[in-house]
Nanobody, 125 residues
Framework: QVQFVESGGGFVQPGGSLTLSCAASGLTLNETAVGWFRQAPGKQREGVASITSRAGTTVYADSVKGRFTISRDNFMKTLYLQMSSLKPEDKAVYYC??????????????????WGQGTKVTVSS
């Protein structure tokens, strides 16, 4: 059974940095495209970054380009999101998700599914 456990969220001041981790069980992260999504109160879930299963091609939302980096470890068991220059609008619960079988539409939550409960990021002065 697939299970993701997200961690690394917390409180940070604007301009600060955090690294989120997603530990995967039940699959390796080179079997499917995966991505980070976030949801703020009262807003739709939105795609932040994605990475393909084999080539490791990355796609980022315009709002985070140059500030966030998605990556996998060498064992393909952990997904990371390195975040820097954080802004108040980055405040959200962050989820790691897999692409639905046979699909890959980067950053579109309709084509991904979550397996964990997320980790909360708060950016405030």
């Amino acid at each position: 059974q697939v299970q993701f456990v997200e961690s690394g969220g917390g409180f940070v001041q604007p301009g600060g940095s955090l690294t989120l981790s997603c530990a995967a069980s039940g699959l390796t992260l080179n079997e499917t495209a995966v991505g980070w999504f976030r949801q703020a109160p009262g807003k739709q879930r939105e795609g932040v970054a994605s990475i393909t299963s084999r080539a490791g091609t990355t796609v980022y939302a315009d709002s985070v380009k140059g500030r966030f980096t998605i990556s996998r470890d060498n064992f393909m068991k952990t997904l990371y999101l390195q975040m820097s220059s954080l802004k108040p609008e980055d405040k959200a619960v962050y989820y790691c998700e897999t692409a639905l079988p046979g699909t890959y539409v980067p950053l579109d939550s309709s084509y991904f599914t979550p397996w964990g409960q997320g980790t909360k990021v708060t950016v405030s002065s």
